[in-house]
């Protein structure tokens, strides 16, 4: 059962370079989202897809862009990376809508920003 | 806005011990939700209970409860007999009415158990 599955786990990066962090589910999820884990800050938001075609802003979407490209699949790209998005990038998916349904995560993705 | 906030920041216990985490959310929507995800040092998160807004019965499953009171806005988590295995990262998250399924997570509390 791969589930959420994430690539790279690891990458670093220098300063104004871009990168795109993959994802995919096999769940048959329609709603995935993308998480940034910083120390001390629990999880915060960056962007979600409710549906295949939306994508919306999550709580610290700035610097971020996002791609549904099919309902498999949710990538998330740096376009210039700054060293304040050295973080910890999870991806989740969860069934269809709803506040109840709980989020499937992956292995998670470490980026470090030099 | 919606906030999640644990006040413990680590815990420390020796095993066998019982130990509780504290969660205490804000919402002004009246539906509702409330999860515990697990983080293991291995770094995943793990789904651990779900509970919404109109059930407040406490929940029980093996070593792990959960004790809900809407009237403090509290949803706290509480292992019985630790385990080495439960040291890990505990989060609590909410999602409410307005949110659609978007998590708020809480700080996190860092539970060690020493054997």
């Known amino acids: 059962n791969a589930g959420v599955t994430q690539t790279p786990k690891f990458q670093v990066l220098k300063t104004g370079q871009s990168m795109t962090l993959q994802c995919a589910q096999d769940?048959?999820?329609?709603?995935m989202y993308w998480y940034r884990q910083d120390p001390g800050m629990g999880l915060r938001l960056i962007y979600y897809?409710?549906?295949?075609?939306?994508?919306d802003k999550g709580e610290v979407p700035n610097g971020y862009n996002v791609s549904r490209l099919n309902k498999r699949e949710f990538s998330l790209r740096l376009e210039s990376a700054a060293p304040s998005q050295t973080s910890v990038y999870f991806c989740?998916?969860?069934?269809?809508?709803?506040?109840?349904?709980?989020?499937?995560f992956g292995d998670g993705t470490r980026l470090s920003i030099l | 806005a919606q906030k999640v906030t644990q006040a413990q920041t680590e815990i420390s216990v020796v095993e066998k011990e019982d130990v509780t985490l504290d969660c205490v959310y804000e919402t002004r929507d009246t539906t509702y939700y409330l999860f515990w995800y697990k983080q293991p040092p291995s770094g995943e998160l793990v789904f651990l209970i779900r509970?919404?807004?109109?059930?407040?019965q406490n929940e029980i499953s093996g070593r792990y409860s959960w004790n809900f009171q809407k009237s403090t806005s509290s949803f706290n988590f509480t292992i019985t007999a630790s385990q080495v295995v439960d040291s890990a990262v505990y989060f609590c998250?909410?999602?409410?009415?307005?949110?659609?399924?978007?998590?708020?997570f809480g700080q996190g509390t860092i539970l060690t158990v020493h054997p």
């Open positions: 509970r919404n807004s109109f059930d407040e």
């Open positions: 769940m048959n999820h329609n709603s």
């Open positions: 989740a998916s969860s069934e269809a809508g709803g506040l109840n349904q709980p989020q499937h």
């Open positions: 897809s409710a549906s295949e075609g939306t994508t």
């Open positions: 998250a909410l999602s409410g009415g307005t949110s659609y399924g978007k998590l708020t």
